[in-house]
């Protein structure tokens, strides 16, 4: 029976050592390993739908118009009622407007002049998801000046450190 005398961490693996001379095993706990995130699809889908609406809004989000995203130095930020939007993606590709609702509870948004007719004659706005429309301009305020200097500043932080190796 073998004992494990030496345990050592180097970087991302596990190195196992018996009567510190033999490597017994080496294993690879991976970069960012969270030990309370599970992998599993079910666990993953249940926290999605069940999300609460401060969650959902984060979840929410679009991606900005390259313009945009060179102006603000920010890829994707939270949709919201006055957002003016283009469909990239669907049967309505190409299709632009202004952001009439975030209607959080059933994952959609609600876009000025896309509408169809009911039988009835009716006029019905047609729900699309955020992630199939692209923003082209911002409802700002201040406090969406303060999230988009945020996440500038975040993004070049993390490209400095990058540069200098």
Known sequence: MTTILTVLSDTHYILVYYRDCNLLACFDIGIGYLADVSSSSRKSRRAHFTAPSHIRRKLMAAGLSKDLRKKHDVRAIPVRKGDEVIVIRGQHKGREGKVL?????????????????KV?????????????????????????????????????????????A
Do not use: C, F
């Not at 199939?132 to 932080?157: F, P, Q």
């Open 120 to 164: 009835n004659g009716a006029s019905v706005q047609i729900p699309v998801h955020p992630s199939n429309v692209s923003i082209t301009t911002l409802k700002m305020t201040k406090d969406r000046e303060s999230i988009l200097s945020r996440k500038a500043d975040g993004r070049k932080a993390r490209a400095a450190p990058a540069a200098s």
């Open 101 to 117: 609702s975030v209607y959080r509870k059933k994952w959609v948004i609600h876009i000025e002049h896309l509408t169809r007719e």
